[in-house]
């Protein structure tokens, strides 16, 4: 694990991306991604929680004793779950209605726990910092990605109700296509595990072909 | 592939080739499709003829397209061996004949990229694609999927023409509300539903009655019981299926609704009309009895078919869908490499527990 800041926000977003590359906190990824506007409120949920108790962890990496790091670790981020999971209900309640349960369920994510064990427990704050807003934006991306197709596949909108968690500005973001009922499929369990599946298989072709055209660039120049 | 040759002790070389092949059987199946197809055209007209039209080239399509992005060399004899062609021509028998064209485009991504050429193509997918994407169609699409109309010769006054037909399979034109009808599967569900017992459901005027001719509501596949009963029995003559899995299919919905009947005729439909309605018949002969999605042993395919024929039966009883046979199929699908697993051949040389057979000769010094 690189300090270098420019890795980290890479390896989040991209390379080692929660979602898309170690295949974790499937649940929530299945089960809030029916829309874009469910995906975002659920990673921007997710990515406050992990960086804090990246933060923390970090804090508290020298003196706690290894045994009983586990525990210690649980009982942070089923801390700083309960204080977002109560927020959300204050300021956000619309959309802790339809998150309601999942948001409880971030504390056993095992995305931030896996970023504690992984990341934090072995480098800086800073750096910590820096791995969990990465590691976050990813899993956000990724979750609003798959709940933006599922939607708008699903049922024909964009952002349906994103007003609720960002506000009455930003109702400009809500898009209806008009005359579409929209396939069903897409909304249930089914159509999350065929989107996922065609976007990690897209992204895989996507690095096979990059690293195909990377040695076709490198092979030639010794030559 | 078939069934019974990994059953059958194999037999010295030299062998000699048969002359099967992929092509051959998918043929074969087709064959014993156009009889059952032919009437159904009759039955509806113009629109279920371009709906069939469109399944099969958006069947093809999918899977020319998918062959490309994957780099494969073989795409036009792959195409030309007729398992695309035919799992776009099962598809369209069991939509309704006048679903409109994007129906037939999505089916046929549904079928060939997300249930065949996602798992590898033919001979590695674990569901039958044309079930799939019936299944997928009908949870996706509800209202089109389940609009089903009177057959021409019964609705009178003519069919659409040719233009007409074309303009209510592309959605331009509704298709006329005094077309509309309900399956027979469909009705008794609905009637039962309302709390109508099934004595005054079938009684009463205007009811679909099962009909062995096949004048009635329903898809392509399930109206002309048999013409399809004949094509699978020309398949088993030909040695395309065996007969383990349709008399097992047959058999596992027809036992179950015979007891059901004879228990209160009220509630539960007799064996005769279950076996004649819906995809019965299209299911037993010609989907389930798919070789890459069926167990391998014929003790395996018993299980199979008795375990498909009685889930359809349990949807169409108590289930919230009027006919369940693809739901079965696909259940069932799922359970094969159990199946296979629990069901295997003896070895050759031992016994069923794996142990050693004696030998010859101890036999003989015995004797």
């Given at each position: 694990?690189?300090?270098?800041?420019?890795?980290?926000?890479?390896?989040?977003?991209?390379?080692?991306?929660?979602?898309?590359?170690?295949?974790?906190?499937?649940?929530?990824?299945?089960?809030?991604?029916?829309?874009?506007?469910?995906?975002?409120?659920?990673?921007?949920?997710?990515?406050?929680?992990?960086?804090?108790?990246?933060?923390?962890?970090?804090?508290?990496?020298?003196?706690?004793?290894?045994?009983?790091?586990?525990?210690?670790?649980?009982?942070?981020?089923?801390?700083?779950?309960?204080?977002?999971?109560?927020?959300?209900?204050?300021?956000?309640?619309?959309?802790?209605?339809?998150?309601?349960?999942?948001?409880?369920?971030?504390?056993?994510?095992?995305?931030?726990?896996?970023?504690?064990?992984?990341?934090?427990?072995?480098?800086?704050?800073?750096?910590?910092?820096?791995?969990?807003?990465?590691?976050?934006?990813?899993?956000?991306?990724?979750?609003?990605?798959?709940?933006?197709?599922?939607?708008?596949?699903?049922?024909?909108?964009?952002?349906?109700?994103?007003?609720?968690?960002?506000?009455?500005?930003?109702?400009?973001?809500?898009?209806?296509?008009?005359?579409?009922?929209?396939?069903?499929?897409?909304?249930?369990?089914p159509?999350?595990?065929a989107?996922?599946g065609?976007?990690?298989?897209?992204?895989?072709?996507?690095?096979?072909?990059?690293?195909?055209?990377?040695?076709?660039?490198?092979?030639?120049?010794?030559? | 592939m078939?069934?019974?040759?990994?059953?059958?002790?194999?037999?010295?070389?030299?062998?000699?080739?048969?002359?099967?092949?992929v092509?051959?059987?998918m043929?074969?199946?087709?064959?014993?499709?156009?009889?059952?197809?032919?009437?159904?055209?009759?039955?509806?007209?113009?629109?279920?003829?371009?709906?069939?039209?469109?399944?099969?080239?958006?069947c093809?399509?999918w899977e020319?397209?998918c062959l490309?992005?994957a780099?494969?060399?073989?795409?036009?004899?792959t195409?030309?061996d007729g398992s695309a062609?035919l799992t776009g021509?099962l598809l369209?028998?069991?939509?309704?004949?006048?679903?409109?064209?994007?129906?037939?485009?999505?089916g046929g991504f549904i079928a060939i990229v997300i249930a065949k050429q996602v798992f590898g193509g033919l001979g590695q997918n674990v569901f039958n694609p044309a079930m799939v994407a019936r299944v997928a169609?009908?949870?996706?699409?509800?209202?089109?999927?389940?609009?089903?109309?009177?057959?021409?010769?019964?609705?009178?006054?003519?069919?659409?023409?040719?233009?007409?037909?074309?303009?209510?399979?592309?959605?331009?034109?509704?298709?006329?509300?005094?077309?509309?009808?309900?399956?027979?599967?469909?009705?008794?569900?609905?009637?039962?539903?309302?709390?109508?017992?099934?004595?005054?459901?079938?009684?009463?005027?205007?009811?679909?009655?099962?009909?062995?001719?096949?004048?009635?509501?329903?898809?392509?596949?399930?109206?002309?019981?048999?013409?399809?009963?004949?094509?699978?029995?020309?398949?088993?003559?030909?040695?395309?299926?065996?007969?383990?899995?349709?008399?097992?299919?047959?058999?596992?919905?027809?036992?179950?609704?015979?007891?059901?009947?004879?228990?209160?005729?009220?509630?539960?439909?007799?064996?005769?009309?279950?076996?004649?309605?819906?995809?019965?018949?299209?299911?037993?002969?010609?989907i389930a009895t798919d070789y890459v999605t069926s167990p391998n042993?014929?003790?395996?395919?018993?299980?199979?078919?008795?375990?498909?024929?009685?889930?359809?039966?349990?949807?169409?009883?108590?289930?919230?869908?009027?006919?369940?046979?693809a739901?079965?199929v696909l259940l069932m699908n799922a359970l094969v490499p159990?199946?296979d697993?629990?069901?295997?051949?003896?070895?050759?040389?031992?016994?069923?527990?794996?142990?050693?057979?004696?030998?010859?000769?101890?036999?003989?010094?015995?004797?």
């Amino acid at each position: 694990m690189s300090d270098n800041v420019g890795s980290i926000v890479k390896d989040g977003l991209w390379d080692q991306n929660v979602v898309f590359a170690q295949l974790l906190a499937m649940c929530p990824t299945m089960a809030v991604t029916t829309s874009g506007t469910n995906g975002l409120g659920m990673g921007l949920a997710t990515t406050a929680v992990l960086v804090v108790s990246n933060v923390l962890v970090s804090l508290i990496r020298h003196t706690v004793s290894s045994q009983v790091r586990i525990p210690v670790f649980v009982v942070l981020i089923a801390t700083l779950v309960t204080v977002v999971d109560m927020a959300m209900n204050a300021w956000l309640h619309d959309l802790y209605k339809v998150l309601g349960l999942f948001i409880a369920l971030i504390v056993v994510n095992c995305a931030i726990l896996g970023r504690a064990e992984a990341f934090a427990v072995k480098s800086g704050v800073v750096a910590s910092a820096v791995d969990g807003l990465a590691m976050g934006l990813g899993f956000t991306g990724a979750l609003t990605a798959i709940g933006l197709i599922r939607e708008f596949l699903g049922s024909g909108t964009l952002f349906a109700q994103a007003s609720n968690l960002l506000g009455p500005s930003f109702a400009f973001l809500e898009m209806k296509l008009p005359g579409y009922g929209g396939a069903l499929l897409m909304i249930l369990p089914p159509g999350g595990f065929a989107v996922l599946g065609f976007l990690l298989a897209g992204k895989r072709a996507m690095e096979n072909r990059r690293a195909a055209r990377a040695t076709v660039v490198a092979s030639p120049a010794p030559a | 592939m078939n069934g019974d040759s990994l059953a059958l002790a194999p037999v010295a070389s030299p062998h000699a080739h048969g002359g099967a092949s992929v092509g051959r059987t998918m043929l074969r199946v087709q064959i014993a499709l156009v009889p059952a197809t032919l009437y159904g055209f009759w039955l509806f007209g113009w629109p279920s003829f371009f709906l069939w039209l469109a399944t099969i080239l958006s069947c093809l399509g999918w899977e020319a397209l998918c062959l490309k992005m994957a780099g494969s060399t073989r795409i036009r004899a792959t195409l030309a061996d007729g398992s695309a062609f035919l799992t776009g021509w099962l598809l369209a028998l069991t939509l309704p004949p006048w679903a409109p064209w994007w129906v037939a485009l999505v089916g046929g991504f549904i079928a060939i990229v997300i249930a065949k050429q996602v798992f590898g193509g033919l001979g590695q997918n674990v569901f039958n694609p044309a079930m799939v994407a019936r299944v997928a169609l009908l949870v996706s699409f509800p209202l089109p999927l389940t609009q089903w109309v009177a057959p021409l010769a019964i609705a009178g006054g003519g069919g659409p023409d040719f233009v007409d037909g074309l303009r209510i399979f592309l959605g331009s034109l509704p298709p006329p509300d005094t077309m509309a009808s309900a399956s027979l599967l469909g009705h008794t569900k609905t009637e039962l539903s309302r709390g109508v017992d099934l004595l005054h459901a079938l009684a009463a005027p205007g009811a679909p009655l099962p009909s062995w001719i096949g004048i009635r509501a329903g898809s392509l596949g399930e109206t002309a019981s048999l013409l399809i009963l004949a094509g699978g029995l020309y398949l088993l003559a030909c040695r395309v299926i065996s007969w383990h899995v349709p008399l097992a299919v047959l058999a596992g919905l027809g036992i179950p609704a015979a007891i059901g009947h004879a228990v209160d005729p009220a509630r539960y439909l007799d064996a005769t009309t279950q076996l004649l309605s819906g995809a019965a018949l299209l299911g037993a002969f010609f989907i389930a009895t798919d070789y890459v999605t069926s167990p391998n042993t014929g003790a395996g395919q018993i299980v199979f078919g008795l375990g498909i024929g009685l889930v359809t039966w349990i949807i169409r009883t108590w289930g919230g869908y009027p006919e369940g046979m693809a739901f079965a199929v696909l259940l069932m699908n799922a359970l094969v490499p159990v199946i296979d697993r629990l069901v295997r051949p003896r070895i050759l040389g031992r016994d069923r527990r794996g142990r050693p057979l004696d030998l010859p000769q101890g036999k003989e010094g015995a004797r």
